[in-house]
């Protein structure tokens, strides 16, 4: 089955008091990949949060991805995100099998994501492509090295940084599987509205 749709991640300071109700309302909107996205110290609770995000996940039948802890996804049995500076990729997909889902930023570069694909990545994520209250020092990306990765890879393809239901849908045009989104999705003031953009998002990709 080939990844397509939302990729919804979690940010922990924007969803301070409300984390859980407002993941469970994109889940309700429909999200493909959840990323649990805390760059904190803090293991006990980035454990607690992983485990009932992976509850939450086996419910709605949604694919739980872990950013930058290889060792924590392998105790959940779940999936990984990782940068350029977090470790090689290929001791991470022997540890977590072949059918796990091991994603790969690869910024602007299309020889990182080719990297990225030989060691086994399931997906490679470009971007930034606009500015990003979460990250603004990402470096950035454009639509030109969409249409360059399309012909060079042959797995799916993310987008991120900035993205919102205003501006996605020239990504969605240059063929882009996964839209990877926090504050377009979770900077919302109820659960109704983050389900309704979960939705609106899922439209714009043409996935019911
Ligand atoms: C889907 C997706 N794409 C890119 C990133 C960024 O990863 P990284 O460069 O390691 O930065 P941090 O997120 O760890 O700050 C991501 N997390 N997810
Ligand atoms: C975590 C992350 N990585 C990026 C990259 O370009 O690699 S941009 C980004 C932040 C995404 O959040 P928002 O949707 O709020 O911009
Ligand atoms: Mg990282």
Do not use: W
Not at 7 to 24: N, R
Not at 82 to 93: E, K, W, Y
Not at 113 to 139: I, L
Not at 153 to 175: D, F, K, M, R, S
């Amino acid at each position: 089955m080939k990844l397509r749709g939302l990729y919804a991640i979690t940010d922990s300071q924007l969803l301070a008091g409300k984390f859980l109700a407002y993941v469970e309302a994109a889940l309700e909107g429909g999200v493909t990949l959840l990323q649990y996205r805390d760059k904190s110290s803090d293991e006990a609770r980035r454990l607690r949060e992983a485990e009932a995000l992976r509850n939450l996940c086996e419910r709605y039948k949604t694919q739980l991805i872990i950013n930058d802890d290889a060792e924590l996804a392998a105790r959940l049995g779940v999936g990984v995100h990782l940068g350029q500076t977090d470790g090689p990729l290929a001791p991470v997909r022997a540890l977590l099998g072949h059918k796990a889902i091991v994603g790969a930023t690869c910024h602007a570069n299309l020889a990182l994501a080719e990297q990225a694909a030989s060691e086994g990545a399931t997906y490679v994520a470009f971007g930034r492509f606009f500015n990003s209250n979460t990250k603004p020092g990402a470096p950035s990306a454009n639509l030109e090295l969409l249409e360059q990765a399309h012909i060079k890879l042959h797995i799916p393809i993310c987008a991120i940084g900035g993205i919102t239901l205003e501006n996605a849908a020239p990504l969605v045009a240059h063929g882009v599987d996964l839209l990877a989104v926090v504050h377009g999705l979770f900077g919302a003031d109820s659960t109704a509205e983050v389900t309704r953009r979960a939705r609106a998002f899922n439209a714009l990709l043409q996935i019911k």
